[in-house]
Protein backbone atom coordinates (compact mmCIF):
# COMPACT_ATOMS: atom_id res chain seq x y z
CA UNK A 1 0.00 0.00 0.00
CA UNK A 2 1.64 3.21 -1.56
CA UNK A 3 0.75 5.94 1.08
CA UNK A 4 3.90 8.00 0.98
CA UNK A 5 4.61 9.75 -2.68
CA UNK A 6 8.06 9.31 -4.16
CA UNK A 7 8.29 12.52 -4.92
CA UNK A 8 11.26 14.80 -3.99
CA UNK A 9 11.50 15.91 -0.04
CA UNK A 10 10.46 20.22 -0.43
CA UNK A 11 12.23 22.33 1.76
CA UNK A 12 10.25 24.80 3.70
CA UNK A 13 12.66 27.30 3.88
CA UNK A 14 11.66 30.47 3.82
CA UNK A 15 7.88 29.39 3.58
CA UNK A 16 5.21 31.56 4.84
CA UNK A 17 3.15 29.32 7.48
CA UNK A 18 -0.07 29.45 9.42
CA UNK A 19 -0.39 26.62 12.40
CA UNK A 20 -2.98 26.90 14.43
CA UNK A 21 -3.23 24.93 17.56
CA UNK A 22 0.41 25.41 17.82
CA UNK A 23 1.06 26.17 21.07
CA UNK A 24 0.64 22.48 22.49
CA UNK A 25 0.79 18.31 21.01
CA UNK A 26 1.10 17.95 17.74
CA UNK A 27 0.86 21.76 16.40
CA UNK A 28 3.47 22.47 18.48
CA UNK A 29 6.22 19.57 17.42
CA UNK A 30 5.16 20.76 13.88
CA UNK A 31 6.33 24.41 14.40
CA UNK A 32 9.28 23.39 16.20
CA UNK A 33 9.87 21.35 12.57
CA UNK A 34 8.91 24.35 10.28
CA UNK A 35 11.35 26.84 12.50
CA UNK A 36 14.23 24.39 12.12
CA UNK A 37 13.46 23.95 7.98
CA UNK A 38 13.98 27.76 7.78
CA UNK A 39 10.04 28.74 7.73
CA UNK A 40 8.13 32.09 8.67
CA UNK A 41 5.47 30.56 11.35
CA UNK A 42 2.20 32.27 12.38
CA UNK A 43 0.67 30.79 15.53
CA UNK A 44 -2.96 30.73 15.77
CA UNK A 45 -4.35 29.39 19.01
CA UNK A 46 -7.16 30.39 21.86
CA UNK A 47 -5.04 32.20 24.34
CA UNK A 48 -4.81 36.31 24.29
CA UNK A 49 -1.21 35.39 24.28
CA UNK A 50 1.20 32.62 23.65
CA UNK A 51 1.90 30.73 26.88
CA UNK A 52 5.25 31.84 28.13
CA UNK A 53 8.09 29.07 26.65
CA UNK A 54 5.36 27.22 24.40
CA UNK A 55 6.83 28.93 21.12
CA UNK A 56 10.50 29.16 19.32
CA UNK A 57 12.32 32.47 19.19
CA UNK A 58 10.73 34.24 16.33
CA UNK A 59 7.76 32.69 15.76
CA UNK A 60 4.62 34.94 15.20
CA UNK A 61 1.32 34.64 17.27
CA UNK A 62 -2.23 35.59 16.52
CA UNK A 63 -5.25 34.77 18.62
CA UNK A 64 -7.46 32.43 16.84
CA UNK A 65 -10.00 30.58 18.05
CA UNK A 66 -10.87 28.34 15.06
CA UNK A 67 -14.80 28.45 15.80
CA UNK A 68 -15.13 32.43 15.27
CA UNK A 69 -15.37 34.02 11.61
CA UNK A 70 -13.88 37.25 13.17
CA UNK A 71 -10.50 35.42 14.39
CA UNK A 72 -10.35 33.44 11.05
CA UNK A 73 -10.46 37.66 9.18
CA UNK A 74 -8.05 39.21 11.81
CA UNK A 75 -5.72 35.91 10.99
CA UNK A 76 -5.95 36.95 7.27
CA UNK A 77 -5.57 40.33 7.62
CA UNK A 78 -2.82 39.73 9.49
CA UNK A 79 -0.93 37.76 7.39
CA UNK A 80 -1.85 39.96 3.89
CA UNK A 81 -0.01 42.67 6.12
CA UNK A 82 3.10 41.03 7.82
CA UNK A 83 4.06 38.02 4.94
CA UNK A 84 2.23 38.68 1.98
CA UNK A 85 1.17 35.76 1.04
CA UNK A 86 0.61 31.79 2.65
CA UNK A 87 2.58 29.03 1.71
CA UNK A 88 1.50 26.38 3.76
CA UNK A 89 -1.66 26.15 6.27
CA UNK A 90 -1.68 23.62 8.82
CA UNK A 91 -5.52 23.07 10.21
CA UNK A 92 -4.37 21.33 13.42
CA UNK A 93 -6.51 22.87 16.30
CA UNK A 94 -9.37 20.65 17.64
CA UNK A 95 -10.34 18.70 20.86
CA UNK A 96 -11.04 14.68 22.10
CA UNK A 97 -14.36 13.57 22.47
CA UNK A 98 -16.03 10.51 22.49
CA UNK A 99 -18.95 8.83 24.09
CA UNK A 100 -22.24 6.32 23.46
CA UNK A 101 -24.75 7.86 21.06
CA UNK A 102 -27.40 7.76 23.95
CA UNK A 103 -25.35 8.98 26.51
CA UNK A 104 -23.56 12.17 24.99
CA UNK A 105 -25.77 15.22 24.22
CA UNK A 106 -26.52 17.59 21.11
CA UNK A 107 -24.20 20.15 22.58
CA UNK A 108 -21.20 17.81 22.65
CA UNK A 109 -22.06 16.67 19.21
CA UNK A 110 -22.22 21.02 17.87
CA UNK A 111 -19.17 21.85 19.87
CA UNK A 112 -16.65 19.50 18.63
CA UNK A 113 -18.55 19.83 14.96
CA UNK A 114 -17.73 23.43 15.25
CA UNK A 115 -14.19 23.18 16.33
CA UNK A 116 -12.98 20.14 14.83
CA UNK A 117 -14.81 19.93 11.34
CA UNK A 118 -16.08 23.64 10.82
CA UNK A 119 -12.41 24.67 12.02
CA UNK A 120 -10.94 23.05 9.01
CA UNK A 121 -13.49 24.33 6.80
CA UNK A 122 -13.29 27.59 7.56
CA UNK A 123 -9.27 27.52 7.30
CA UNK A 124 -9.45 27.02 4.22
CA UNK A 125 -12.40 28.89 3.35
CA UNK A 126 -10.48 31.89 4.22
CA UNK A 127 -6.95 31.32 2.78
CA UNK A 128 -7.81 29.41 -0.47
CA UNK A 129 -8.69 32.33 -2.56
CA UNK A 130 -4.87 34.21 -1.21
CA UNK A 131 -3.11 30.51 -2.17
CA UNK A 132 -5.67 30.45 -5.65
CA UNK A 133 -4.16 33.81 -6.79
CA UNK A 134 -1.06 33.06 -5.82
CA UNK A 135 -1.21 29.77 -7.86
CA UNK A 136 0.54 28.47 -5.24
CA UNK A 137 0.24 26.42 -1.39
CA UNK A 138 -0.53 23.99 0.40
CA UNK A 139 -2.76 22.56 3.10
CA UNK A 140 -2.35 20.14 5.77
CA UNK A 141 -5.36 19.25 7.73
CA UNK A 142 -4.97 16.77 11.07
CA UNK A 143 -7.40 14.24 10.85
CA UNK A 144 -6.88 11.23 13.39
CA UNK A 145 -7.06 7.63 12.22
CA UNK A 146 -10.56 7.75 13.86
CA UNK A 147 -11.20 9.64 10.47
CA UNK A 148 -10.45 5.96 8.50
CA UNK A 149 -11.37 3.29 11.12
CA UNK A 150 -14.33 4.25 13.61
CA UNK A 151 -14.51 2.51 16.50
CA UNK A 152 -17.61 1.96 18.56
CA UNK A 153 -18.69 4.91 21.41
CA UNK A 154 -16.58 7.43 19.60
CA UNK A 155 -19.30 8.51 16.68
CA UNK A 156 -19.12 12.22 17.09
CA UNK A 157 -15.30 11.99 17.20
CA UNK A 158 -14.87 9.28 13.95
CA UNK A 159 -17.74 11.81 12.15
CA UNK A 160 -15.75 15.15 12.42
CA UNK A 161 -12.79 13.64 11.84
CA UNK A 162 -13.61 11.17 8.73
CA UNK A 163 -15.31 14.75 7.42
CA UNK A 164 -11.95 16.11 7.83
CA UNK A 165 -10.41 13.11 5.43
CA UNK A 166 -13.44 14.12 3.01
CA UNK A 167 -12.74 17.61 3.08
CA UNK A 168 -8.98 16.71 2.42
CA UNK A 169 -9.74 14.90 -0.44
CA UNK A 170 -12.16 16.63 -2.21
CA UNK A 171 -9.72 20.02 -2.00
CA UNK A 172 -7.01 17.49 -2.91
CA UNK A 173 -8.77 17.35 -6.88
CA UNK A 174 -10.69 20.51 -6.40
CA UNK A 175 -7.21 22.45 -5.77
CA UNK A 176 -4.66 21.02 -7.91
CA UNK A 177 -5.20 22.92 -10.95
CA UNK A 178 -4.02 25.89 -8.95
CA UNK A 179 -0.82 24.25 -8.15
CA UNK A 180 -2.31 23.77 -4.33
CA UNK A 181 -1.39 20.68 -2.73
CA UNK A 182 -3.46 19.27 0.17
CA UNK A 183 -2.38 16.05 2.95
CA UNK A 184 -4.13 14.66 5.99
CA UNK A 185 -2.57 13.68 9.01
CA UNK A 186 -4.29 10.59 10.31
CA UNK A 187 -2.22 9.66 13.57
CA UNK A 188 -3.14 6.96 15.96
CA UNK A 189 -2.88 7.40 20.08
CA UNK A 190 -0.40 9.75 21.29
CA UNK A 191 0.62 11.08 24.37
CA UNK A 192 -0.77 14.98 24.28
CA UNK A 193 -2.44 17.30 26.34
CA UNK A 194 -5.37 16.44 24.16
CA UNK A 195 -6.98 14.69 26.89
CA UNK A 196 -7.98 17.64 28.83
CA UNK A 197 -10.04 18.71 26.32
CA UNK A 198 -12.90 15.84 27.23
CA UNK A 199 -15.95 16.90 28.76
CA UNK A 200 -18.83 15.10 28.09
CA UNK A 201 -21.61 12.84 29.87
CA UNK A 202 -20.04 9.43 28.70
CA UNK A 203 -17.59 9.98 31.66
CA UNK A 204 -16.76 6.01 31.62
CA UNK A 205 -15.69 6.27 27.96
CA UNK A 206 -14.10 9.04 27.97
CA UNK A 207 -12.03 7.87 31.15
CA UNK A 208 -10.79 5.17 28.59
CA UNK A 209 -9.84 7.42 25.88
CA UNK A 210 -7.37 10.07 28.19
CA UNK A 211 -5.97 6.63 29.72
CA UNK A 212 -5.32 5.58 26.10
CA UNK A 213 -3.54 8.97 25.28
CA UNK A 214 -1.43 9.08 28.50
CA UNK A 215 -0.62 5.97 27.90
CA UNK A 216 0.42 5.41 24.55
CA UNK A 217 3.55 4.25 22.93
CA UNK A 218 4.58 7.27 20.73
CA UNK A 219 4.84 10.92 21.62
CA UNK A 220 3.99 13.76 19.77
CA UNK A 221 7.48 14.61 18.29
CA UNK A 222 7.69 11.14 17.12
CA UNK A 223 4.37 11.52 15.46
CA UNK A 224 5.25 14.80 14.13
CA UNK A 225 8.85 13.98 12.69
CA UNK A 226 6.78 11.35 10.23
CA UNK A 227 3.97 13.83 9.53
CA UNK A 228 6.48 16.33 8.52
CA UNK A 229 8.31 14.22 6.06
CA UNK A 230 5.09 13.34 4.91
CA UNK A 231 3.88 16.77 4.55
CA UNK A 232 7.41 17.74 2.41
CA UNK A 233 6.84 14.99 0.00
CA UNK A 234 3.28 16.11 -0.96
CA UNK A 235 1.58 12.85 0.71
CA UNK A 236 -2.12 12.59 0.75
CA UNK A 237 -2.95 10.67 3.53
CA UNK A 238 -0.32 10.58 6.24
CA UNK A 239 -0.36 7.45 8.71
CA UNK A 240 2.21 7.92 11.67
CA UNK A 241 2.29 4.98 13.25
CA UNK A 242 2.33 1.09 12.92
CA UNK A 243 -1.04 0.78 14.71
CA UNK A 244 -2.48 3.00 11.88
CA UNK A 245 -1.06 0.75 9.01
CA UNK A 246 -2.65 -2.14 10.16
CA UNK A 247 -6.20 -1.04 11.08
CA UNK A 248 -6.64 0.76 7.34
CA UNK A 249 -5.18 -1.76 5.89
CA UNK A 250 -7.19 -4.39 7.58
CA UNK A 251 -10.46 -2.13 7.03
CA UNK A 252 -8.79 -2.45 3.13
CA UNK A 253 -8.23 -5.07 1.92
CA UNK A 254 -9.05 -7.66 5.03
CA UNK A 255 -12.79 -6.47 5.78
CA UNK A 256 -14.20 -9.55 7.52
CA UNK A 257 -11.17 -9.59 10.23
CA UNK A 258 -11.62 -5.73 10.47
CA UNK A 259 -15.47 -6.15 11.04
CA UNK A 260 -14.98 -8.71 13.73
CA UNK A 261 -12.96 -6.39 15.52
CA UNK A 262 -15.15 -3.94 15.63
CA UNK A 263 -18.26 -6.57 16.70
CA UNK A 264 -15.84 -7.68 19.37
CA UNK A 265 -15.37 -4.01 20.65
CA UNK A 266 -18.83 -3.14 20.22
CA UNK A 267 -19.89 -6.12 22.84
CA UNK A 268 -17.28 -4.09 25.53
CA UNK A 269 -19.32 -1.27 25.07
CA UNK A 270 -22.36 -2.99 25.28
CA UNK A 271 -20.81 -4.72 28.89
CA UNK A 272 -19.73 -0.69 30.02
CA UNK A 273 -16.19 -1.32 28.81
CA UNK A 274 -13.88 0.74 26.33
CA UNK A 275 -13.50 -0.44 23.25
CA UNK A 276 -10.52 1.27 21.82
CA UNK A 277 -8.30 -1.42 23.48
CA UNK A 278 -10.45 -4.65 22.08
CA UNK A 279 -9.96 -2.71 18.53
CA UNK A 280 -6.09 -2.57 18.73
CA UNK A 281 -5.37 -5.58 20.23
CA UNK A 282 -6.92 -7.57 17.89
CA UNK A 283 -5.68 -5.88 15.16
CA UNK A 284 -2.01 -5.74 16.57
CA UNK A 285 -2.27 -9.32 16.69
CA UNK A 286 -3.26 -9.48 12.50
CA UNK A 287 -0.41 -7.50 12.16
CA UNK A 288 1.72 -10.22 14.03
CA UNK A 289 0.31 -12.89 12.14
CA UNK A 290 0.89 -11.39 8.57
CA UNK A 291 4.47 -10.21 8.92
Not at 249 to 257: N, Q
Not at 269 to 288: C, I, Y
Request: proline residues 4%; positive net charge.
Amino acid sequence: MALFSSKPSRSYSAARVLVTGGCSGLGQALVKLLVADGARVLVGDVHETAPEGSLPPGVDYVKLDVARDEDWDNARNWVEGSYGGLDLLVNNAGIAAGGRIDVSDMDEWRRITDINLLGVARGCHTFVPMMKQQGSGQIVNTASLAGLVHAPAMASYNAVKAGVVAISETLRSELSPWGIGVSVICPSFFRTNLAESFGGKDVDMEASGVDMINKAPRSADQVAAVAFAGMKKGTHIILTDRDGHIAYATKRYVRPVYDRAMNAAGRQVGKGKPATPKVVEKLQALGSKRK
